[in-house]
């Protein structure tokens, strides 16, 4: 109860914070066919400022794939010798958000100035003297560029460059063109924003200026200075996001989802918490896969509790104390019925081989070494005949605790035998039954988020098992039994 | 649901918990445990404190020696097989005799050699001791039980159990096997339970599971109204059993024997709370009668006679009735 007091009292948050620090980014690239052999290839991101990358996943069965990776500029190329059918691409990837601020790009050298015909060439000479004259430095020079082309001050020798724009795309290369005039590099930055989840994010693009130190970033349209922080820069200069060979590109999408409960995320909610409060122990500080084992870890104390809860409390039996917690474990991989289904699946199974073993007469030890070996050939067996059939969930049995498996069989086919086949299967479907709350309520999102948040969470369980331990009333279940001690009832006078 | 626990709570019923925490944590110290969870050792102390016990045969505690059994036994046809760190009567073979190469079971089965030597191994090999542990078997001679129960019981032993706390006898039932039970005195596998007046040592009505029945299911024989022979010697019996293995709360397993009268098949560390339904009274009144009884007597030690005297007076089914009218 006092760790209660403390959760509450110290303000942890006790959900999720929302304000997602990570996303993932996934782009599809849909391909119809059209004759031969199909070349696509994707841009990938490669270190934007103030993102970090994880987890880069590829999903392109049939294709043959090669990253091209380079300083500023990475590819992802797909061919196949013959598509038939539409197709779709995918990239995914984890970004996480950083607060280190990296170059775009690196130094340009000055460009050459546009070589434009006439009249354009002297009314880009003028332009550029114009400004010039309005600024002190790129900086300044580059803004008050912008400014015009956004038509906010209107000029006679814009208007004719303007009348030749058709499109966003088009401002953005005429900007270019105008500030190379006064050799100033500039380079497009194009990507999306990862401000709320989205299926089909805008892609965006932006205007750096080299002022001779550094890149400044101006928003072509706005002329508004500054790169956003929700920027995601996914590739730059004047290249698209994909190109195709052989094929049609139907589809392009980029979706952006927020990674709610991302270790990662929780990683960077600690760090903020780390410093405005105590700097808490927490298994966050671990490699990611240990971190995964972890949050399984340490979740056994919260089925447990739900065992001691239905043996002390409600009064059921089950075969092995603590074996319905671990069937539970192996239920969070397979899915709440499909374990059960192939829970009794093996029990059974096994509990036929064992009643053969049995006529064998073998001794305590190597009978039990071969239901163990039994359980482990079933196993084999119900993974590679589902999979022939293509179902997935018969690949997971081999989660299943094996030795638990066989000390449940071993247990029920003694109880079989001893009190018959009704108790021993009543005994087997308590302990399933005690298992699958024991999942249920291991797999509430909630524990899952506090017990890897705050481990000693783990601490206030142990407090409740123990102040359980000295709970001696009566059991639901004997209620019932005790039914014919009922004192009688006066009737009422 | 909460009138029913209230409810309970005034009879006086003894939930697991409660006998768990407040009862065998505090009067039965884990060191004493042995002693009565080995029936092997359990049996040689009894020997010791000159409490009477069935024949020990023998004991196999190695694979090995099961090989030894036919010596072992000789001539002898009829014994129990058990395991010494058993519970709850699993793994309790029975013979009552033997037909040419076959012994024959409580049920009349036929059980050759080779089974028994399996049914010996796989309890050396701990299939019915608790968490599997290596055990041995011990064989004992097989209880001629007093004719006087044989209207009450089909094949097997009747028994009857005592609830000792603190050496004083403060419940008792009979268990009486039934075909259910393959003619075992366990109420898990069928027996009848029936509540004894500690008193008068007359039966009163009994249970099978958690249902009355007032007849032998299968002698038809009228359970209620049956006067256990040599009651006091069993209370005596029952009393003693606390100064030999110093357990507090204790149930206490007596079978009566034609020849040898009362004698202590085993002790229970952990006596299950079914005696309570067997004789439609809940054990907490009585315990708590009990410890206000040693505070009143302070520093006074009663021997087991004297206990057993105060048990029959005080707890028998006369003056519970009295005090309940009163």
Known sequence: MIFAYKVIRLGYPPYPDMESAAWTVQAKLELTPEKGAVRASLTLPSRPSGYNLAQENFVSRGFGLTVKEGNFNRKADWAIRRLRDSKSLYYRLLVIRDTQQRSFASRPDYPAPPDLEEPFATAARDLVNKVRAESADTESFAAAMLNRLTGSEPDENMDLFLAEVENFRDRVNLAQTLLAGARIPTLQLHGIRLDADAQRAKLETLLAVYNGDEWLVFDPVSAAEGLPGDFFIWWTGQGELAEVKGAHIKDLQISTRQRVKSSLELAQQRAELQKSRISLISTLQLPIQTQAVYEILLLIPIGILVIVLLRNFVGLSSFGTFAPVLIALAFRETELLKGIGLFVLIVSMGLFFRFYLERLRLLLVPRLAAVVTIVVILMTAISIISNEFGYETGLSVSLFPMIIVSMVIERMSVVWEERGAFTSIKEGIGSLFMAALAYLVMSVDMFAYWVTVFPEVNLMILGIIIALGRYTGFRLTELRRFKPLLVKEKAPE | ?326
């Open chain 2, 1 to 326: 649901m909460i009138g029913r626990i209230l409810n309970l709570r005034r009879a006086g019923v003894l939930g697991l918990n409660a006998r768990n925490g407040d009862y065998i944590f505090h009067y039965n110290q884990r060191k004493y445990y042995p002693l009565v969870d080995d029936k092997i050792l359990c049996k040689e102390r009894m020997v010791r404190e000159n409490l009477p016990v069935p024949e020990l045969i023998g004991v196999l505690r190695e694979m090995h020696e099961v090989g030894d059994v036919a010596d072992m036994l000789g001539e002898c046809k009829e014994f129990v097989v058990k395991p010494a760190n058993g519970s709850g009567g699993d793994g309790i073979l029975v013979i009552l005799g033997s037909q040419g190469e076959y012994f024959l079971d409580a049920d009349g089965r036929m059980v050759d050699f080779e089974t028994l030597e399996h049914h010996i191994t796989n309890i050396i090999g701990g299939i019915y001791s608790l968490g599997g542990q290596p055990d041995a078997a011990m064989i004992e001679s097989l209880v001629h039980f007093d004719p006087a129960f044989s209207r009450l019981t089909y094949h097997g032993v009747p028994d009857v159990r005592v609830i000792v706390f603190k050496g004083y006898p403060v419940m008792a039932m009979s268990r009486l096997p039934t075909r259910r039970s393959h003619g075992k005195a366990n109420l898990h596998q069928g027996a009848i339970g029936v509540g004894i007046d500690l008193g008068s040592g007359i039966t009163m009505g009994g249970v099978s599971g958690n249902s009355t029945v007032s007849h032998h299911p299968d002698t038809g024989a009228e359970i209620a109204g049956f006067h256990v022979p040599g009651w006091n010697r069993i209370l005596d019996m029952s009393s003693r059993c606390y100064e030999a293995v110093h357990l507090g709360y204790l149930g206490v397993d007596i079978v009566l024997d034609r020849d040898l009268g009362p004698l202590i098949l085993e002790l229970n560390a952990r006596p299950g709370l079914n005696i309570q339904i067997a004789n439609r009274r809940g054990l907490r009144h009585r315990l708590d009668a009990v410890d206000a009884h040693c505070i009143e007597l302070g520093d006074v030690v009663e021997n087991p006679a004297q206990r057993a005297q105060w048990s029959r007076d005080i707890l028998g089914e006369a003056a519970q009735q009295a005090k309940l009218a009163g």
